[in-house]
């Protein structure tokens, strides 16, 4: 397994935008779909964005498609994820993970970060 280790969540007022990052360590990301998902208060874990080894298969959430863009850079080991104009119901624990397949689903991955929290006020 790889390890993973999210930064960059905060509280931010809604329209703002945040940029989270994933480092990874113990293994190289390159070989690896990487996805973050985010988990509210009472709620279920839900995806939120996926992308390939090879940055060709990007997938989003209908709730944040056109605000946040998923990105790697596997020569620094990174994954980012690019959040513009956040929302209160953007409120979450946001966690990345690394699998061998892409997939819209926990099950898909096998690595966990301990996730960052970010918060929107209205």
């Known amino acids: 397994q790889v390890q993973l280790v999210e930064s960059g969540g905060g509280l931010v007022q809604a329209g703002g935008s945040l940029r989270l990052s994933c480092a990874a360590s113990g293994r190289t990301l390159s070989n690896y779909a990487m996805a973050w998902f985010r988990q509210a208060p009472g709620k279920e874990r839900e995806f939120v964005a996926a992308?390939?080894?090879?940055?060709?298969?990007?997938d989003y959430a209908e709730s944040v498609k056109g605000r946040f863009t998923v990105s790697r850079d596997n020569a620094k080991n990174t994954v980012y994820l690019q959040m513009n104009s956040l929302k209160p119901e953007d409120t979450a624990v946001y966690y990345c993970a690394a699998g061998r397949v892409l997939g819209g689903t926990t099950r898909a991955y096998d690595s966990w970060g301990q996730g960052t929290l970010v918060t929107v006020s209205s």
């Open positions: 992308i390939s080894w090879n940055v060709v298969l990007v």
